[in-house]
């Protein structure tokens, strides 16, 4: 089993930035792909980026892309999503997951979930 928790989440003006990080417990992230999601309110939930195991691959959403980062350090259990550039369109509750498979858009094929973290960005 794997526990993930997010943090880094919170209001910043339109322009800013922020860094979200997901720390995993009971069991070792570098064999797992990990994945952020992002839901706002009355939408369903969308794909933000994934980096694989390795970290040697990245993906991101079109309307991320060029302004958001997935890193990682397995050495520390954790994944990070630098967030640049923030938009009003960005506000939403951002989830990292994890899963065995390489990294993929689809959230079905992620086994385990954080809780969530509120970003809110003002216009």
């Known amino acids: 089993q794997v526990q993930l928790v997010e943090s880094g989440g919170g209001l910043v003006q339109a322009g800013g930035s922020l860094r979200l990080s997901c720390v995993a417990s009971?069991?070792?992230?570098?064999?797992?792909?990990m994945g952020w999601f992002r839901q706002a309110p009355g939408e369903a939930r969308e794909f933000v980026g994934y980096?694989?195991?390795?970290?040697?691959?990245?993906d991101y959403a079109d309307s991320v892309k060029g302004r958001f980062t997935i890193s990682r350090d397995n050495a520390k259990n954790t994944v990070y999503l630098q967030m640049n550039s923030l938009k009003p369109e960005d506000t939403a509750v951002y989830y990292c997951?994890?899963?065995?498979?390489?990294?993929?858009?689809?959230?079905?094929?992620?086994?385990?979930w954080g809780q969530g973290t509120q970003v809110t960005v003002s216009s």
């Open positions: 009971g069991r070792t992230l570098s064999n797992l792909s």
């Open positions: 997951a994890a899963t065995v498979r390489s990294g993929s858009r689809y959230d079905v094929l992620y086994a385990y």
């Open positions: 980096i694989t195991s390795s970290g040697g691959r990245t």
